[in-house]
């Protein structure tokens, strides 16, 4: 089984994250030694039949809420626990996904993943100097594995929705609905309608996904081709810039390949309960700010 926990590509911002969606008072008043001091306070008192220590915690409590959650170090390390638990969460649902795709699509990721360690290892062996863009190689590489899986996985629900559902038995039901409903009675005419609604939009869902499958399996296809391109410039030890930018691009058709078939899915999520039930949509990849592209010339 391979290892995401170094997948950090499209993973959660780190420790210099921005604070608006962090509450520094919240992570102060949980903190494990101020929860600690806070009991120790209300036993003392049970202990000594008095509510003064109680009174004299809740001093200090309003001093250290007061102070503490504006402290630099403090906001440091409350940073580098939610980068650590949204990384631990990607982590679970990276192995989830993998646990979930078929063997086949399982061999198919760890040659990926086999390309993106040779590729790596050819890289690591640069000068000082272009290790900065060596880092952007391997931070892009795991972004791009991230987003392959994520597509495999995706790719996997299509073929099973297409597998169960008979677009022919579909077609003959709503080609049945349509023929009687000129003589139906009125109410059951009402309810048909409905019906034959539903089956065609259901028909519509299978053609797009049926759509999406070529298109994934086509962006998973290019993927590797790029990458086997990669690996092999990588023995002559090409530029890492320009191999830099090349995996940017290349990260950036994945997910716009994501996007896609996360607004198909979108659309029939929309149109009920009827159409989407047993398809579960593409999770999105992180939206945290991308690091900035830096150019050096030599």
């Not at 403090?74 to 646990?99: H, N, P």
């Not at 077609?171 to 109410?187: F, I, R, W």
């Amino acid at each position: 089984m391979p290892d995401f926990s170094g997948s950090s590509g499209s993973g959660p911002r780190g420790p210099q994250g921005g604070d608006d969606d962090i509450n520094f008072i919240k992570a102060a008043f949980q903190w494990q030694y101020n929860l600690i001091g806070l009991g120790g306070a209300a036993a003392f008192a049970l202990i000594a039949g008095t509510g003064f220590p109680l009174v004299l915690a809740a001093g200090l409590e309003l001093i250290y809420i007061a102070t503490v959650p504006q402290n630099w170090r403090f906001r440091r390390m409350v940073r580098s626990w939610q980068y650590a638990e949204e990384k631990r969460q990607i982590e679970g649902t990276l192995q989830a996904m993998y646990q979930e795709i078929p063997p086949e699509m399982r061999v198919r990721y760890a040659r990926l993943d086999q390309l993106c360690r040779i590729i790596r290892d050819n890289y690591s062996r640069l000068s000082s100097t272009s290790q900065m863009f060596v880092k952007q190689v391997q931070d892009r590489l795991d972004g791009l594995l991230q987003g392959y899986l994520r597509l495999l996985h995706a790719e996997h629900q299509h073929l099973e929705y297409l597998r169960v559902t008979d677009p022919n038995r579909i077609q003959q039901e709503l080609a049945g609905l349509q023929k009687s409903l000129a003589t139906d009675p009125v109410k059951v005419q009402e309810i048909n309608r409905k019906r034959i609604e539903i089956l065609t939009k259901r028909l519509e869902k299978f053609g797009k996904i049926h759509e999406n499958c070529d298109v994934i399996n086509a962006q998973c296809a290019a993927t590797e081709d790029v990458l086997q391109l990669i690996r092999d410039q990588s023995v002559t030890l090409r530029d890492p810039q320009q191999v830099s930018d090349q995996l940017e691009g290349l990260v950036r058709d994945v997910e716009q390949t994501e996007e896609t078939v996360r607004e198909v899915q979108s659309i029939f999520d929309m149109a009920g309960p009827d159409l989407s039930s047993g398809f579960s949509p593409l999770p999105a990849a992180d939206a945290g700010p991308a690091a900035p592209r830096t150019r050096i010339r030599s």
